[in-house]
Structure formats: C-alpha cells, structure tokens
C-alpha cells in the first residue's frame, strides 16, 4: 500500500507526539496515562492551545506497530489517544492493538467525524466550530464543554440533551478565560447538580 492508503486504513498515522504524563482533565483526571496525539485537525478553534497540530503533513507518519511498541516502554496500561482531531483517521486498527496488549483505551474527540475505535471511555467535547457527527452521541461516556463564551452554557445543555442519560455531563472554564468564568461555572453547577466541573489540572501543576 502507498502511504496514504496507509494512512487512510488506519495501519499509519500521522504522529505529533506521544508522551506518559498524568491526565488533567475529565473523569480521569490524577491518573497516568501516555497520550497519543494525531496530528490533523478541521475543527478550527479559536482558542486552541496545539494549533500546531492541525496540518497533519507536518508530522511523521508511523506504523501502528511502532506507535503501540512505544507506548508500552511506559509502566501504565491507560492510554489516551486526542489531537488534533483523531476521528479523522479510522482508529479500529490502531485500538484493536493496543488492546491486544494490555491497555485501557479512551479517546478525547470533538466528534466532527464518524466514531470508529474501541474504545473504554469517550470524552466528546462538542466546538462550535464544526458540527459533531451524529454517530457520537450513542457512545460518549463524558460530555466536556469548554466554556469560552457566555453562549457556551446554552451550547453545553444542547448537547446535553442528545447524549445518552448515563453520559457524564462536565463544564471546563477556556484557561484564557478561567479568571472569569470558573466563578460562573461554580454557581451554575451547584444549581444543576447534573453538571460536573473539570478543570485543566496539569497546567496548575505545571505537568506537560
């Protein structure tokens, strides 16, 4: 196969970067984890902070086989695969793998793109930038709505509607923006306890 029917099966993807560290964000937050991110992103948001990632033909294109062999030079079995937008890339191959040998797989996704992957948990984080694809709202464990705008909690209860009841439903203040709204999001939580708050914990500890 040529490279970009490689790419295209899923047995090579583009690769940004990889690294063990521990998860920050969401329903995993303190846990160890080694991050898988894809580069190429068509979301396009504004306060993005990997702006670098969203031209996948920056970054190399690697074997599955050498993505998961790295992966497991690392003590911890949870892996976290995000971007860019990882959903652009058919991720059944690259799971089916990394489950074979041994890890606990979930993903971080805006859903712009049909769902593939197995996948143990799925952190859906809606943009406004670009309509999510309809196939993600059956299989998101975790709603995450990065609050930017004061819009953003009308956007986030829009969502909330379409997923699944069990789906854990989560608000996390934009970091530029976490002086001015985290008082807001306290207050809207402790008024709809379905809501839970996630907060960017590694960039107060200074964790890449």
Request: some cysteine; charged content about 25%.
């Amino acid at each position: 196969m040529t490279l970009e029917q490689q790419v295209a099966s899923g047995t090579s993807l583009p690769l940004m970067e990889a690294f063990y560290t521990i998860q920050g964000e969401g329903k995993f937050t303190g846990h160890p984890a080694y991050f898988i991110r894809l580069g190429g992103c068509d979301v396009g948001c504004v306060w993005c902070d990997v702006k670098e990632s969203w031209e996948a033909g920056k970054w190399p294109v690697l074997p599955i086989e050498n993505i998961v062999e790295e992966a497991c030079s690392y003590p911890g079995r949870l892996v976290v695969i995000t971007g860019g937008e990882p959903l652009m890339y058919d991720l059944d191959p690259l799971t089916k793998l990394l489950k074979e040998k041994g890890f606990t797989t979930n993903i971080e996704t805006s859903g712009a793109h049909p769902f593939s992957g197995d996948f143990d948990w799925v952190c859906f984080s809606p943009k406004k930038f670009k309509k999510p694809h309809s196939s993600i709202y059956e299989v998101a464990d975790e709603l995450k709505v990065v609050v930017f705008h004061q819009s953003d909690f009308a956007f986030a209860e829009e969502h909330a509607k379409l997923v699944r009841s069990e789906c854990e439903l989560r608000l996390q203040p934009e970091w530029s923006k976490a002086e001015k709204f985290t008082p807001e999001i306290v207050e809207y939580v402790k008024k709809r306890p379905f809501w839970k708050i996630s907060l960017q914990t590694h960039k107060f500890m200074a964790i890449p």
